[in-house]
């Protein structure tokens, strides 16, 4: 529980009303009643402010007389998201290490830890302070797990990987399998590039969950700093992955993909081999992105659903396209003619 | 084992012929033999059913004479995947609880359980009768498992997910992870948006291998009676999957998604967030739906593959259409200037 | 360490310098030094093949003259894969079988086997010689694993499935769940089809990270011998994928595909229901398959990611082709009626 005071402060709004008003919860507009903070997501929840029973309201500015207590964030969903934390986020607290923990020779544990049964880890690994793992997670030789990280249940990690602080990596994610790199041999049988490399993720990253996170092939495949990942995403050889770039569910990076910071790379994309996007470059869903994309470009491709009807029509007529602009050559020479022999 | 007479009550059809001959198998059409039960799935396979040494062959009405035992029912394949339940389908038969079960602290275990070795539940949380979970599931604190329900190899299901009787999740899903929201503060850093809602999973839905069902931000993701999700399917925060409605593999749901009832999803498709999908629609494969759908509607979008050359072309074309249209509009032009000119 | 002698002989190049000079690493171009083989990869390598350090280089035909020790190969990368191998590849060596393994009755264990901890076995499998289950590998009842077969951490394998030697299933996948079969019945509710076939996965494929790979509905889905799977991938129940062929992440292929020998399919691709892909074809990325493809050869159709405006006003007139072809029509009507009308 805080006072509106403090909340204020702790989520950098400006407050108009009640500085020892008590707030428990953050809830949703339509769910906030006394004793709840929320915010107005936009015009149509602004217009209905002073119905409602929430103790307050996160709004952005411009501030208004109001018989609710107000709090005027340039951000209110940051505010909004940050005042979450405050009133629900949980402190942590080390459960301890299980007593069924089965660690390899050499691999030192921190403290303050909270590590579940049926937690493997092997050789000289080094598991950091106040590290969360789960049950099913498997580590396996010489990774590094860095302080506050929490790794979900059923996570396989790979000899090898190194691991940041303060990352969070969800349910069945595996990080460090071998990229996919084979070369046709004179018979056609596929031969195996041995994969040399590493998994880097640094701190402050999120891994969703089923993602498959492959090991470089000479040097490290790598998610910097802050960077988010969502669930069932491929993340190829060698890719690096910039600083506070979002990644929605389902997409593929090719191997060797540079993908810049802060970027935006919706479901479903793909990405060629080799090709980089540049810094704040947004890509739209299911985007196959064949070339290099420039800093801040927005690209994007695909066909949004329509009438199944209606598209099959174009459909056609896309495969017909070729001639539909032979046709047009030949009206424009015709229409050439006749006006020249119009004059 | 069991005679015609009995199937054909069992797979409600109509019986033209022996009702004491005996079947102890279905077998695909070509595979069916003396003892077996079969199905003709098209007209092809009609013209030779006088041929088949099956003992008895399922066929749509209208009901013919013939050599074979036939049964006659308006959906054949309904009555076949029923005959498969009866001759094959194995009661269940509890198999007892592994002496290495681990479980917290207010767990409470039904009855008649198949709790296959390394399971590990959290606290409080509740396992209904009859339940199997097989090796290496993981099941956090405060879940309800419903009777009967199956659960196979590692799958993680969090804390305070539900899911109800007579369902089936598959090995490598993952139940219940935080659902993808991040807001950008003042320097672009990611801050997280809690999740504190759940994951409901209702009774006879099916779930296939390493899927990732995310918990909501507030409120359930919630997965209604008798769904059908194939394998690798990523369901956002908060969305809703209709009863009845089938979603094939690869598909991506973005947060808040609302699918209806009976809807029928194909592979690799993509929503966006918070569109709504009405009953009964169908949305062929790999389409981006954009906006609400209406019930009943088809919708598609992605192109088939083709030839790659004739593709390019039409690809390369498909970026001029601006121009193609520009030339279209100065040709009309130019011939409604001649015809008045004519005139 | 290898001499250069030996080295030319195993990958199959040809030697133009020093014999009994020694490599202990390959490395990239732009990485290699003394005692390391690296290869050039194109034209731009090639002209700087005199000023690199590396101890020996691979190139393709012709030979030069050189103050590099030279390695002439028709087809470099293959030389090199084979040069990694030779100088990274570890020996196998067995690590015994952990105390802990859970093994249920009728089960064979071949020899010098490494059976890390917290495996689990069930009933009359076969487990051949020299296999390799990491730590929460979960195998199920009457399986056969083949000789010098490599499963990593959490993978399951469901009963009956059977996997060939040299095998390499990376963490996570999914062999042999059930699959995607459902008819509904009288009343919209989906009924199951029982899925009584198998996996077969043949000798020396690999299988990537969280994949999925069905159980036949009858008979068996077959990936084989020396097929690669990427990560994230899709099998459906009766599928067949050929000798040889590789498949990029995120593919998904319907229930009954027929994918040839040596295909390349490429990243997030789909199929129809029971189509076949010949021999030797091409999947560019991102295509959906709905009719078969003959052997050899390349199809494709999915759009590359384009600047978001220019894309967007494409797409609008995509939708408008009906109507653009109809302006057409109408244009090539009034131009014939005036070129008659000047006759």
């Known amino acids: ?73 340039a951000n209110p969903k940051l505010a909004y998201a940050r005042a979450i934390q405050a009133l629900h986020g949980k402190p942590y607290q080390p459960t301890g290490v299980s007593s069924d923990l089965i660690a390899g020779r050499g691999t030192a544990m921190g403290r303050d830890l909270s590590i579940h049964p049926r937690v493997t880890i092997g050789q000289d690994s080094v598991i950091g302070d106040r590290v969360t793992l789960h049950a099913g997670v498997v580590i396996c030789d010489r990774c590094r797990i860095g302080d506050d990280t929490i790794i979900f249940p059923n996570v396989t990690v790979y000899d090898d990987s190194e691991i940041g602080s303060r990352v969070i990596i969800h349910a069945g994610t595996v990080i460090g399998a071998d990229g996919f ?58 890719t690096e992955i910039g600083e506070d770039t979002v990644v929605v569910a389902l997409t593929g990076f090719s191997g060797g993909t540079r993908v810049g910071r802060r970027c935006v790379i919706a479901g479903q994309v793909g990405t060629v081999h080799h090709i980089s996007i540049g810094d704040g470059a947004t890509v739209t869903a299911k985007a196959v992105v064949t070339k290099n994309v420039r800093a801040g470009a927005r690209v994007g491709g695909m066909m949004p659903a329509r009438d199944y009807k209606d598209w099959k029509r174009s459909q056609v007529l896309y495969f017909k396209l070729p001639e539909i602009v032979e046709r047009l050559k030949r009206l424009e020479k015709a229409v050439r003619k006749m006006e ?3 004059n």
Chains 1, 2, 3 share one sequence.
């Open 181 to 238: 790199g084979f070369v046709p041999d004179e018979e056609g049988r596929k031969v195996k590039m041995l994969q040399m490399g590493r998994v880097r993720i640094e701190d402050d990253c999120e891994i969703g969950a089923n993602c498959a996170i492959d090991r470089g092939g000479f040097g490290d495949t790598v998610i910097e700093r802050g960077a988010k990942l969502d669930n069932l995403i491929q993340v190829g050889h060698n």
């Open 1 to 73: 529980m805080h006072n509106l005071g403090q909340l204020a402060q702790i989520i950098k709004a400006e407050l108009i009303g009640d500085p020892q008003a008590l707030v428990q919860r953050a809830r949703p507009f339509d769910l906030a009643g006394e004793g709840d903070i929320t915010f107005a997501v936009n015009a149509a929840y602004r217009s209905r402010i002073t119905q409602s029973p929430a103790t307050a309201i996160i709004i952005a500015p411009p501030a208004e007389a109001s018989n609710v207590n107000l709090l005027i964030a």
């Open 340 to 342: 020249a022999d119009d």
